[in-house]
Nanobody, 121 residues
Framework: QVQLVESGGGLVQAGGSLRLSCAAS????????MGWYRQAPGKQRELVAT???????KYADSVKGRFTISRDNAKNTVDLQMTSLKPEDTAVYYC???????????????WGQGTQVTVSS
C-alpha cells in the first residue's frame, strides 16, 4: 500500500514563506514524477509544480519565480519552497506521485490527503 504524507502547511502573512514536504512510502518500484496541485474554494484543482525523475521541472505561470520544487529520489520525497506568498495562493495543497508498484506496470497517480495553506493580506 502506498501512502503520501504531506506536512508544512499553515497560516502566513502576504510576502512570507512556507515549505511543504511530502514523503511517499510503501512498496514502490519507481516514481516517474512528483509534484503539487492546489485547490482553492470554488475552483478546480490546478497544477502548481512538478518534477520528473530526471530533474526537469514545470511550474504554473502564477508561481514561477516564487516557488521552487525539489526532490530526493533516494528518499521518495518532494518539497515545495514557497516565497513571496500572496492571498491568492490560499488553497489546499495536494502532493501527488506518478509511480509504478511493479516493474512493467502502467504508472498510476497517488495523492496525499492535502495540507491547508492560508495567506493573509
Amino acid at each position: 500500500q502506498v501512502q503520501l504524507v504531506e506536512s508544512g502547511g499553515g497560516l502566513v502573512q502576504a510576502g512570507g514563506s512556507l515549505r511543504l514536504s511530502c514523503a511517499a512510502s510503501g512498496s514502490i518500484f519507481s516514481i516517474n514524477a512528483m509534484g503539487w496541485y492546489r485547490q482553492a474554494p470554488g475552483k478546480q484543482r490546478e497544477l502548481v509544480a512538478t518534477i520528473i525523475s530526471d530533474g526537469s521541472r514545470k511550474y504554473a505561470d502564477s508561481v514561477k519565480g516564487r516557488f521552487t520544487i525539489s526532490r530526493d529520489n533516494a528518499k521518495n520525497t518532494v518539497d515545495l519552497q514557497m516565497t513571496s506568498l500572496k492571498p491568492e495562493d490560499t488553497a489546499v495543497y495536494y502532493c501527488y506521485a506518478d509511480l509504478q508498484l511493479v516493474r512493467g506496470l502502467v504508472p498510476l497517480d497517488y495523492w496525499g490527503q492535502g495540507t491547508q495553506v492560508t495567506v493573509s493580506s
